[in-house]
Structure formats: structure tokens, C-alpha cells
């Protein structure tokens, strides 16, 4: 829920409106995984539209990363992990060291590219550099934690 509130206070310093989806989305995360997903879904739509940055290497674009991008991601993890309760907040839910290293990754990527090959430094491949990285480190950092779902398992007695 941490996280919650540090995206609308991020939000708010963007100038971003998609924040008033924030509170529906732990709501119906309260209710059901699935439905808390879709919300989330329309939020993250909602403010990509809102939110741009030409370069990838500049300081709007670090403002946003830290107040639009990296809340977000941390919401998601809440959605999936299911830790979305009014708790003690503790200094490692503040620091995570891999989205500190994810985010240095990317702009060491994003520094390697524009330094070295310059004509390959487009809004296009910055965007699917980064959308392509935040995927798989998504899939890695979830992959022990998301609960699972035995839709194909047979039980006995049913064949």
C-alpha cells in the first residue's frame, strides 16, 4: 500500500491524472486478483499516454522513472504478491537493490547506444529497449513469489 501512495504523490508532481485509478486498483485487488489486475491494466494505459519523454537520458526522464514508472512497477508487485495491507513500512520495502540495478542497467544501455551507436538512438528503439527489459525483469523478480494457477492439472478420478 506503500507504494500505492508514494504513485499518487508521484503523480501528482507529473501532473499525471491516471492517479485517481490507484485507490479502485487496490480495491478490487482486495476482491480479486484478476479484477485488480484489469484496473491496473487501465492505470498503467492511462498514464503512459500522460506521461512523455523524448529522451531517455534526460532529466524529465529520470523524474519520471522515479515517480511514474518504478511506483507502478512496485504496485504491480503488490498486486501479484498480495501484500497490499496497511503495515509497518520497513527501510527493504524502500530499497530493492535489483530496481536499483535494473534502472542503472538501462541507463548504462541507453548511454552505450546513444554514445556509440547514435543513428540507433531513436524514440522507437528507446522505448522497446526499455518496455523489452522492464518485461523480463519483471517475469525474473516475480517468478518465485506470483502464486500459481493449476487450470490444466487432471485430478484423480476424473479421466
Do not use: C, H
Not at 522513472?65 to 496497511?86: H, N, Q, R, T
Not at 542503472?104 to 551507436?117: D, E, N, P, S, T
Amino acid at each position: 500500500m506503500i507504494w500505492g501512495i508514494i504513485a499518487v504523490i508521484g503523480g501528482l508532481i507529473l501532473g499525471a491524472k491516471a492517479i485517481v485509478l490507484i485507490p479502485l486498483v487496490y480495491l478490487l485487488a482486495r476482491k480479486s486478483k484478476d479484477f485488480g489486475l484489469i484496473a491496473y491494466f487501465f492505470y498503467a494505459l492511462l498514464l503512459m499516454n500522460e506521461v512523455f519523454v523524448e529522451d531517455f537520458l534526460s532529466f524529465e526522464a529520470v523524474k519520471a522513472i522515479l515517480l511514474g514508472v518504478l511506483p507502478s512497477l512496485m504496485i504491480l508487485k503488490e498486486i501479484l504478491v498480495g501484500a497490499y495491507k496497511f503495515e509497518k513500512p520497513e527501510i527493504k520495502d524502500f530499497i530493492d537493490v535489483k530496481v536499483g540495478l535494473f534502472v542503472l542497467a538501462i541507463l548504462v544501455l541507453m548511454a552505450i547506444l546513444k554514445l556509440r551507436y547514435e543513428y540507433l538512438y531513436t524514440i522507437e528503439n528507446q522505448t522497446s529497449l526499455v518496455a523489452g527489459l522492464a518485461v523480463i525483469f519483471v517475469l525474473l523478480n516475480l517468478r518465485k513469489e506470483v502464486k500459481g494457477v493449476e487450470m490444466f492439472k487432471v485430478r484423480e478420478g476424473e479421466i
